[in-house]
């Protein structure tokens, strides 16, 4: 009888210590990175049927998230857009996106099938750091060359800050 009670504490000792050198083994791969799904997620860009993402990029630029967005219309006619009328949002920051070397107070017609690039400065601390995954929702309104009402679209961006 006590020879059975030594044979299943060395049992459960060895398999103890066996399940302590896989515990510490993940915890190595999770801490080195090894184990973050995040890093390999796909970029993806979407936008609102009709508006494509023809290029994108998410920067660090001194603790402040930057999108980089080259928006391409394929409506069918053109789309008058003002300042002021592309939002984005990226974990509670919001910021009023530009038309790449614009001024204060711009409009800019985009023609069917043609593109333009527009900057999108987040505020302090709005990076999540380069090498991690970055998030922005976009909402825009625009109207249309050949209407007088204004409509919506929105999209979501998200990739790897560089």
């Known amino acids: 009888m006590r020879r059975s009670g030594q044979a299943a ?26 184990l973050n799904p995040s ?22 630029n001194a603790s402040r998230l930057v999108l980089r967005l080259t928006i391409t219309n394929s409506i069918g006619t053109g789309m008058i857009i003002k300042d002021g009328g592309m939002n984005a949002t990226s974990k509670g920051s919001s910021t009023i996106c530009a038309l790449d070397g614009s001024s204060p107070g711009w409009t800019t017609t985009i023609a069917a099938g043609d593109s333009a690039p527009f900057t999108c400065a987040f505020g302090l601390g709005t990076s999540p750091g380069t090498g991690q995954q970055g998030k922005v929702s976009l909402d825009m309104t625009y109207t249309t060359t050949q209407g007088v009402y204004a409509k919506r679209a929105s999209g979501d961006i998200s990739g790897t800050v560089q």
């Open 9 to 34: 504490m060395e049992f459960l000792t060895t398999y103890g210590w066996a399940i302590l050198v896989v515990l510490v083994a993940i915890g190595a791969l999770a801490y080195f990175g090894v």
């Open 39 to 60: 890093k390999y997620l796909p970029e993806k860009c979407l936008l609102t049927t009709g508006i494509g993402c023809r290029d994108f990029a998410l920067q660090d």
